[in-house]
């Protein structure tokens, strides 16, 4: 059974950083590329980041690029999402989310873990 | 960007009865639409990829249709456990991947 879980949200101040960890089990984790999306308390749902299972490509979303930067360590099985210079806005639910293939190449998400709460405030 | 457009925000229907969300993309998209539900306080669950394939475990009550910038997701003899927010994603084209805004299915 594929199982996602992620850890390191928090509450923390504008300005900070905060370094999200997903865990991957149940498959061969470097064959998939993973995602991480959010979702703002009572809003839909938005893509952030990709990146190949090989871990040498990835993509990022203009809102958060420049401040957040996807990772993996496929010897762990661990996908990671560090947060720099977070804001307001960046307040949310993060999933991580497993696509289809290995490429990085635009699809859906078929696996999603639980999520875990970033909240930005003073 | 492909901008994704949801109607209606809500539908309040009753168990048993046929349901039919709609989503449109701002530009063709081809067959490259997935769908999602969500429950309260959980995770998304892919229901439908490729517009209209559904994903393991789904049941064939769920169903979806359409190609290029028109979409539906009909749910048959709506269940109990139907009910939540169901989001429309398109991976056409990208960066970025976009969803639409959702639609909230609640027992009349």
């Known amino acids: 059974e594929v199982n996602l879980l992620e850890s390191g949200g928090g509450l923390v101040q504008p300005g900070g950083s905060l370094r999200l960890t997903c865990a991957g089990s149940?498959?061969?984790?470097?064959?998939?590329?993973m995602s991480w999306v959010r979702q703002a308390p009572g809003k839909g749902l938005e893509w952030v980041s990709d990146?190949?299972?090989?871990?040498?490509?990835?993509y990022t979303a203009d809102s958060v690029r420049g401040r957040f930067t996807i990772s993996r360590d496929n010897s762990k099985n661990t996908l990671s999402f560090q947060m720099n210079n977070l804001r307001a806005e960046d307040t949310a639910v993060y999933y991580c989310?497993?696509?289809?293939?290995?490429?990085?190449?635009?699809?859906?998400?078929?696996?999603w873990g639980q999520g875990t709460v970033v909240i930005v405030s003073s | 960007e492909t901008v994704m457009t949801q109607s209606p925000a809500t539908l309040s229907v009753s168990p048993g009865e046929t349901v039919t969300l709609s989503c449109r993309a701002s530009?063709?998209?081809?067959?490259?639409l997935a769908w999602y539900q969500q429950k309260p306080g959980q995770a998304p669950r892919l229901l439908i990829q490729?517009?209209?394939t559904r994903a393991t475990g789904i049941p064939a009550r769920f169903s979806g249709s359409g190609s290029g910038t028109e979409f539906t997701l009909t749910i048959s003899s709506l269940q109990s456990e139907d009910f939540g927010v169901y989001f429309c994603?398109?991976?056409?084209?990208?960066?970025?991947?976009?969803f639409g805004g959702g639609t909230k299915v609640e027992i009349k």
């Open positions: 530009q063709s998209i081809s067959s490259s």
């Open positions: 149940g498959f061969i984790f470097r064959s998939y590329a």
């Open positions: 989310a497993r696509k289809p293939g290995s490429r990085g190449d635009p699809a859906f998400f078929d696996s």
């Open positions: 490729f517009a209209s």
């Open positions: 990146i190949s299972g090989d871990g040498y490509k990835t």
């Open positions: 994603q398109q991976y056409h084209s990208w960066p970025p991947l976009t």
